[in-house]
């Protein structure tokens, strides 16, 4: 794959975290002009987790279908439309309609561009392109909260989806004049509604794949409840400005990457299996500890550092899950890289997305409800951990 293409399927692919991470900021400015309530933002970043996940769903078939370059044309003009929407926007419940729409079409930026790295490749040279996308798209959840910062200083937070309308717009130009499509005609599949629904059921029952598919969805459960709760964490109990906690957010993303360029140096030399549960192991002591020390009032005003440095264990050590956590996923359905990478998102954003209704729905007084959350997710992912290494072990993969 050119450099340039991993780019540019990396900067596609960042607008998840450009549409998640930048308005995080404004999420106490967000409550208060919509008129939701208190917790109402979390429940706006919960309808655009339920977009991801239902758009998903059919994003897959379709790029198996249409091929790779018409329904990411397509997903980021619908994209740019919502995010208008969202800046035009006075009511709540608009507001998380647009948001949802704005998800339908970005969910194409998350399901073809892995799609694309499997017609392209797969085994340890697919686990280092996708290490090399996470550095790309990684770079956005940097720059994101600083950015939504530096509009919220100079303008008004519906400034912050203007930008995602641009962002969107010059995705459907690059895209339209420089991707090619891996997909040729000739491995194209036509499908009707019930055979889309039997390929799916055959696709989850295979247990390499769904073990895979579930870690990565509590691996995501684990990013969605830091991201739910930061904001209030950071700004209104460890008392962070929209700056620090912008610059805490950019450090703690780069942890992230720094994880998944590391993985990506080891996996020709250690088995993915191996990798992917040393960072399952490191998560999982990080998080304990976060849980353990916030419930003895240790993690929390008094020592911000602490809850700082436990947050970036717990997050960092996710840049050895996801790489491999997606190629191992996708070993046995090359033939359907689209709607394998598809049914894995559904099942990634539907279980991620319910942290963030999780913690919107309880009051965030303390550190305790998102550690225990971020606990849950690692509890989960260590236990699809252990069923993936049983069927890993019993096919002689591992």
């Not at 900021?25 to 002009?33: E, L, N």
């Not at 897959?60 to 740019?80: E, Q, T």
């Amino acid at each position: 794959m050119p450099v340039w293409m991993t780019i540019l399927l990396g900067l596609i692919t960042a607008i998840g975290p450009l549409a998640t991470d930048m308005y995080l900021p404004a999420f106490p400015a967000v409550d208060r002009d919509l008129g939701g309530g208190p917790g109402s933002a979390q429940i706006t970043l919960a309808a655009w987790f339920a977009g991801l996940a239902v758009g998903q769903f059919s994003q897959g078939p379709l790029s198996d279908r249409l091929g790779r370059r018409v329904p990411l044309l397509g997903g980021m003009a619908l994209f740019s439309a919502a995010s208008a929407g969202c800046a035009l926007s006075d009511d709540y419940q608009m507001f998380c309609v647009w948001r949802f729409l704005a998800a339908l079409g970005g969910s194409a930026g998350i399901v073809v561009p892995r799609a694309i790295v499997r017609d392209i490749a797969t085994g340890a040279q697919g686990a280092r392109i996708m290490a090399q996308l996470t550095l790309v798209f990684g770079l956005m959840p940097i720059l994101a909260p600083s950015l939504g910062s530096l509009v919220l200083s100079v303008g008004h937070w519906r400034w912050i989806f203007w930008f995602a309308v641009i962002y969107g717009a010059l995705g459907v130009v690059a895209i339209a004049w420089t991707l090619p499509d891996t997909m040729p005609r000739e491995r194209r599949v036509t499908l009707s509604f019930s055979a889309v629904l039997w390929r799916y059921v055959g696709i989850a029952r295979e247990p390499m794949f769904l073990s895979a598919a579930l870690l990565q969805s509590f691996a995501s459960f684990v990013v969605f409840a830091y991201l739910a709760g930061a904001p209030i964490l950071f700004e209104r109990i460890l008392g962070f400005t929209p700056g620090q906690f912008g610059a805490f957010f950019g450090v703690n993303a780069a942890l992230f990457i720094a994880g998944a360029q590391i993985n990506s140096r080891l996996v020709h030399r250690v088995a993915l299996h191996v990798l992917l549960r040393r960072g399952v192991i490191v998560g999982a002591v990080a998080a304990g500890t976060f849980l353990l020390s916030a419930l003895a009032g240790v993690a929390g005003p008094a020592h911000p550092v602490l809850v700082c440095c436990l947050i970036g264990v717990t997050t960092g050590s996710l840049g050895f899950v996801n790489p491999n956590a997606t190629v191992l996923a996708f070993t046995r359905h090359g033939h359907q890289a689209g709607s394998a990478s598809a049914l894995m998102g559904t099942l990634q954003f539907t279980i991620g997305s319910l942290s963030g209704v999780l913690l919107g729905s309880v009051s965030l007084a303390t550190p305790v409800p998102m550690a225990a959350t971020m606990a849950a997710g690692v509890a989960g992912m260590a236990l699809c951990t252990a069923w993936h290494w049983r069927h890993a072990a019993g096919s002689g993969q591992e």
